[in-house]
């Protein structure tokens, strides 16, 4: 029998952790009002995302995301190198 669409997928995880930091992790649950789970799935959910994030998500400042909006309205004219690069791959 399938199961209805309200009900998220999970997936178990097991971990063998040294006592002070299970003890440390159930104080910090307890004092933001969390299990011990959901202080993990918080916790380590936030953690993977801003990692996930870092890796592929490219920030530029200011100054560098105007000269890369200016080159893609106004490109450059390929250099001499470029235009030999292209006739090469087109040949």
Known sequence: ???PPAEAETARLEARIPVQVYD???RAAGLRGL???G???ATAGEDARRVVEDA???RLARE???H???ALIDPPKPNERLARVAQRHAE
């Open 56 to 58: 592929e998500i490219l």
């Open 1 to 3: 029998m399938p199961k």
């Open 35 to 37: 299990t011990l789970t």
């Open 68 to 70: 890369f909006a200016e």
């Open 64 to 66: 560098d995301q105007i």
């Open 39 to 41: 202080y993990l799935i």
């Open 24 to 26: 440390l992790m159930q």
